[in-house]
């Protein structure tokens, strides 16, 4: 699917690996760069529905929030603006990178 970012300092972390925003250990800023490949490798939905290690879910209140996890503690909120009526395929957009899980 394709992947576009939402938030420029999420951005400038995939690209450089630094963000005063994120300052995060650069293991995980190495897991960060291999889901968001794992995302734009992805032909369609199922494919990551299917990645049991990415935990992807939709969030509730959102009618197309989802996030995919990168550690125990971190994963990335996205949009998905669908392509098709069946929603399996369209442009992933990044929003956010999250602590919600709570682990260290």
């Not at 889901?35 to 734009?40: D, F, H, I, K, S």
């Not at 879910?57 to 009526?85: C, F, H």
């Amino acid at each position: 699917m394709k992947v576009e970012f939402r938030n420029a300092q999420l951005e400038k972390l995939y690209t450089t690996g630094h963000s005063k925003k994120y300052p995060l250990d650069e293991a995980v800023v190495r897991k960060f760069v291999a889901v968001v490949g794992r995302l734009e490798a992805a032909p369609d939905i199922h494919d990551l529905w299917r990645l049991s290690s990415l935990n992807f879910e939709r969030l509730q209140g959102y009618p197309n929030r989802y996030s995919a996890r990168v550690t125990i503690k971190y994963r990335i909120e996205m949009e998905i603006d669908w392509e098709n009526q069946e929603k399996t395929v369209g442009l992933i957009g990044i929003v956010e990178l999250s602590s919600h899980y709570g682990g260290r």
